[in-house]
């Protein structure tokens, strides 16, 4: 008996509401902890090289989860029980911050944080694709990622409440609301998906693919590859966010406004992601991905000035448009590049590739600065972003 198209297809606009208010609500907990963290640390006795290794480290492990969780979503039927497995781990685990007492404690936590986040994050992304047409892919992933960053504006405003009344403690602890709730929305408002018949909807292309020999089939093109070599060189000097912060607190930004930091550059993340994936189904998404590092640039470059906190502040709320030309751009880029039976594997090589890369910039940094003072590893930073940027628009020949 033929299946309905609206029984095998859940509806798209249910799907991807109910990840974008699940991605809003993990957000939320997430940023109301990680922008107090670097002072947090300071508390308990630690400082920029502690912080590039619990970085490195938690990036580290997210990075071999991403590739296993790719493989493995090309290979199961049934995505749910890992994207909402990975929500459930990250948000218990969270809250733990409210009775740490040593800086490798936090390590402990970031590293369970970071291993949920990299088993979730590829059968999320393959579940986005499954659930709108290939022309809206920009659109499907813009609107999930502005939603997304709207939790990282929500979740520093709730810091700074809880900070003015009470201490660092009571942000980690109050972060298990929004936590319980992603998990809830991800456990009832998540509709399983299943493979569509072609990226074009042709069936005899469906067939042609499926009698394909595996090695041609699961072959993923040069033009992933050459994308691939672009963004892992950028990554090479994307560190984390909280050298960003701490050098914000250097110039002489006060620690009680290090959430409100976070909320200047998502404000400027959550308004051009939607608009930003929008443009990229109708325009290069090659150009619009390198203007957000040209973009990423620039605020490297001024932050390893750092002539005054006004000028850092103005920086921090140009940083949201780097996020917003590149996160829900480039996933968009690199699942159109190749088969939909290999979305799973693209998708966890990418994640794996640049997370490795994070982790060598987080530990890059750390001692850059250690060595050389603040300046130098953002003037680094720039430098590799503009190089990468020219890499991205180049056409390669594959």
Same mark, same amino acid.
């Given at each position: 008996?033929?299946?309905?198209?609206?029984?095998?297809?859940?509806?798209?606009?249910?799907?991807?509401?109910?990840?974008?208010?699940?991605?809003?609500?993990?957000?939320?907990?997430?940023?109301?902890?990680?922008?107090?963290l670097p002072a947090f640390l300071v508390s308990l006795g630690a400082g920029p090289a502690q912080l590039g290794l619990i970085e490195g480290l938690a990036e580290s492990v997210a990075s071999f989860a991403k590739l296993f969780s790719g493989y493995l979503?090309?290979?199961?039927?049934?995505?749910?029980?890992?994207?909402?497995?990975?929500?459930?781990?990250?948000?218990?685990?969270?809250?733990?911050?409210?009775?740490?007492?040593?800086?490798?404690?936090?390590?402990?936590?970031?590293?369970?944080?970071?291993?949920?986040?990299?088993?979730?994050?590829?059968?999320?992304?393959?579940?986005?694709?499954?659930?709108?047409?290939?022309?809206?892919?920009?659109?499907?992933?813009?609107?999930?990622?502005?939603?997304? &960053?709207?939790?990282?504006?929500?979740?520093?405003? #709730? /810091?700074?409440?809880? $900070?003015?009344?009470? @201490?660092?403690?009571? *942000? !980690?602890?109050?972060?298990?609301?929004?936590?319980?709730?992603?998990?809830?929305?991800?456990?009832?408002?998540?509709?399983?998906?299943?493979?569509?018949?072609?990226?074009?909807?042709?069936?005899?292309?469906?067939?042609?693919?499926?009698?394909?020999?595996?090695?041609?089939?699961?072959?993923?093109?040069?033009?992933?590859?050459?994308?691939?070599?672009?963004?892992?060189?950028?990554?090479?000097?994307?560190?984390?966010?909280?050298?960003?912060?701490?050098?914000?607190?250097?110039?002489?930004?006060?620690?009680?406004?290090?959430?409100?930091?976070?909320?200047?550059?998502?404000?400027?993340?959550?308004?051009?992601?939607?608009?930003?994936?929008?443009? &990229?189904?109708?325009?290069?998404?090659?150009?619009? #991905? /390198?203007?957000?590092? $040209?973009?990423?640039? @620039?605020?490297?470059? *001024? !932050?390893?000035?750092?002539?005054?906190?006004?000028?850092?502040?103005?920086?921090?709320?140009?940083?949201?448009?780097?996020?917003?030309?590149?996160?829900?751009?480039?996933?968009?880029?690199?699942?159109?590049?190749?088969?939909?039976?290999?979305?799973?594997?693209?998708?966890?090589?990418?994640?794996?590739?640049?997370?490795?890369?994070?982790?060598?910039?987080?530990?890059?940094?750390?001692?850059?600065?250690?060595?050389?003072?603040?300046?130098?590893?953002?003037?680094?930073?720039?430098?590799?972003?503009?190089?990468?940027?020219?890499?991205?628009?180049?056409?390669?020949?594959?």
């Open positions: 008996m033929p299946v309905r198209p609206s029984e095998s297809q859940p509806s798209a606009a249910r799907n991807i509401y109910a990840f974008g208010i699940t991605s809003f609500l993990n957000d939320t907990a997430s940023e109301m902890a990680y922008w107090v979503t090309d290979r199961i039927d049934r995505r749910k029980p890992l994207v909402v497995a990975g929500y459930f781990v990250a948000n218990a685990v969270k809250p733990l911050l409210s009775v740490v007492t040593a800086w490798w404690h936090i390590l402990l936590i970031r590293f369970s944080d970071r291993l949920a986040k990299g088993v979730r994050g590829a059968p999320r992304d393959v579940m986005v694709a499954e659930s709108v047409e290939k022309n809206r892919l920009g659109s499907a992933y813009g609107l999930i990622q502005s939603m997304d &960053s709207a939790g990282a504006i929500a979740g520093p405003l #709730a /810091a700074l409440v809880l $900070l003015a009344h009470y @201490g660092i403690r009571s *942000v !980690f602890l109050a972060a298990a609301v929004p936590g319980a709730l992603a998990v809830l929305v991800a456990v009832f408002g998540i509709r399983e998906t299943k493979r569509r018949q072609s990226d074009d909807g042709d069936p005899k292309a469906a067939t042609k693919a499926a009698t394909a020999p595996a090695t041609l089939s699961q072959r993923l093109p040069g033009s992933f590859y050459f994308v691939l070599s672009a963004v892992t060189l950028f990554s090479l000097g994307n560190s984390s966010d909280m050298f960003l912060v701490m050098r914000a607190q250097n110039v002489g930004i006060p620690v009680a406004l290090a959430p409100l930091l976070g909320l200047v550059f998502n404000v400027t993340y959550t308004l051009g992601s939607w608009p930003a994936g929008w443009f &990229s189904d109708h325009f290069s998404r090659r150009w619009i #991905a /390198a203007a957000g590092y $040209l973009i990423f640039a @620039g605020v490297y470059f *001024v !932050f390893g000035r750092a002539p005054s906190t006004l000028t850092i502040w103005i920086t921090m709320a140009v940083y949201g448009l780097y996020y917003a030309l590149t996160q829900p751009v480039l996933k968009a880029l690199v699942v159109e590049a190749v088969r939909q039976e290999v979305r799973g594997r693209a998708l966890g090589i990418y994640a794996f590739v640049t997370s490795v890369a994070t982790l060598a910039a987080s530990l890059i940094t750390g001692e850059l600065w250690k060595h050389y003072g603040a300046g130098v590893p953002f003037y680094f930073s720039a430098g590799l972003a503009v190089v990468s940027a020219v890499l991205l628009v180049i056409k390669p020949r594959v």
